[in-house]
């Protein structure tokens, strides 16, 4: 038996390598350390089915009772990490206590992306349990009920999508010229805007934030945009992205440029080791860096970051995929749409479709539109060119 793994981070990535640890009997001590007082809910109902209130923050936990039960990993929740001495083998806690390790797993993922600071009141961001439930209580009790969204991103439009259902009217402001044309291709965005729009949601395109309009006691009143003009609001969800949490990693040794940065195996050092949506690692099948802000990524990526602390090594090569579930149509994309790529659009029923994406004819990416079954052969091809090269 050898030293400790300490998992730092218990949402999705950390829980799934915790697990897997177990599955492949490690013997070896497994010790879980987490900012918040509890496990991790699971982050996609946040904008959808816990913000509209179709379910409890009881049906959106992680770990089902069954399963956390068995989890045999040291819970040390309510902690966070405030340094790494990766020479001496040692994590630094914010409560000045110490932790020995023989391999590290970093899995601390991102948090929202804001403005300024501090933010004023009636402005929210999504990223756990509690900011669901803020802003539900938020919505409900909207005098006007408005809000504005900024950032027409995945979250932008899925909790548009939610606010559309519980009877708010919806701005969503974006600084680009269309919503997600570079992640789903132009059909597909194009179709997705005009869903949106047929459903009363508002778009201002080609206009960021410039700041806040806030009265005397702090809370906003509107917005002041990059082109000059002004919008009211009493409610503001900011949806601009995420940024890594890795500053707790400075002067550590470990290459924070962007996320952590990893090899094909997701190593980032010595017996150190990153997943989930703060590690960027080696794809050697797409032959670049890549960062995945996705749920199954978290899964996929941390069962092997389990696998390669054990051995033998093996390159993590699984295909991105994600979905999002908006105005009871599912979207679900594999691979990377590159650009330039050629896109092919198939109809497949009254609401279905089907696009591929191929560069020099090589296919790299699909997107179902409620055409998951569609896909399968697609995802199926994508996985099998993502695999490396036997020698």
């Not at 000059?228 to 470990?254: D, H, K, M, T, Y």
């Not at 940065?261 to 997701?266: A, G, R």
């Not at 996929?300 to 699984?318: C, H, R």
């Not at 020099?360 to 055409?371: E, M, P, T, Y």
Request: hydrophobic residues 45%; aromatic residues 4%.
């Amino acid at each position: 038996m050898s030293g400790p793994i300490v998992i730092v981070g218990a949402s999705a990535a950390g829980v799934a390598t915790a697990e897997a640890l177990q599955r492949l009997q490690s013997g070896r001590e497994i010790i879980l350390v987490g900012d918040e007082p509890s496990l991790a809910h699971d982050r996609p109902p946040l904008s959808k089915q816990v913000l509209d209130g179709a379910w409890t923050p009881e049906q959106a936990e992680l770990l089902p009772p069954a399963r956390r039960e068995q989890l045999t990993a040291r819970l040390l929740l309510g902690t966070r990490a405030a340094a790494l001495d990766s020479a001496n083998r040692k994590l630094k806690l914010d409560d000045g206590s110490e932790l020995d390790f023989q391999d590290l797993v970093i899995a601390t993922g991102v948090r929202p992306r804001t403005l300024r600071s501090p933010t004023p009141k009636g402005v929210h961001v999504l990223r756990d349990m509690m900011d669901s439930l803020a802003l539900r209580a938020a919505m409900l009790n909207s005098a006007d009920r408005h809000i504005v969204i900024i950032g027409g991103g995945f979250i932008g439009l899925e909790v548009a999508a939610t606010a559309c259902k519980m009877g708010l009217a919806v701005t969503v402001i974006e600084p680009a010229p269309q919503v997600l044309a570079h992640k789903l291709g132009d059909q597909a965005a194009i179709r997705l805007r005009s869903m949106h729009a047929d459903r009363g949601v508002s778009f201002k395109f080609d206009a960021g934030v410039a700041g806040y309009l806030t009265d005397e006691t702090g809370r906003v009143t509107g917005l002041s945009l990059t082109d000059g003009s002004q919008v009211a609001a009493s409610l503001v969800l900011l949806a601009i992205g995420c940024v890594p949490n890795v500053e707790w990693l400075a002067g550590s040794g470990v290459d924070i440029s962007d996320g952590v940065i990893c090899d094909e195996f997701c190593r980032a050092g010595p017996g150190i080791w990153a997943t989930g949506d703060v590690a960027k690692w080696k794809h050697i099948g797409l032959g670049r860096h890549i960062r995945v802000e996705h749920r199954l990524n978290a899964t996929e990526q941390g069962g092997t970051v389990a696998t390669n602390i054990m051995g033998p090594l093996v390159p993590y090569t699984s295909t991105p995929f994600f979905w999002t579930d908006q105005f009871g149509v599912r979207l679900q994309l594999a691979g990377i749409i590159a650009t330039g790529a050629e896109e092919t659009v198939e109809q497949l029923g009254e609401a279905s479709f089907l696009h591929t994406f191929r560069v020099g004819g090589r296919l790299v990416a699909v997107l179902g539109w409620n055409a998951a079954k569609a896909m399968m052969p697609f995802r199926r091809e994508l996985s099998a060119a993502n695999q490396p090269v036997a020698a």
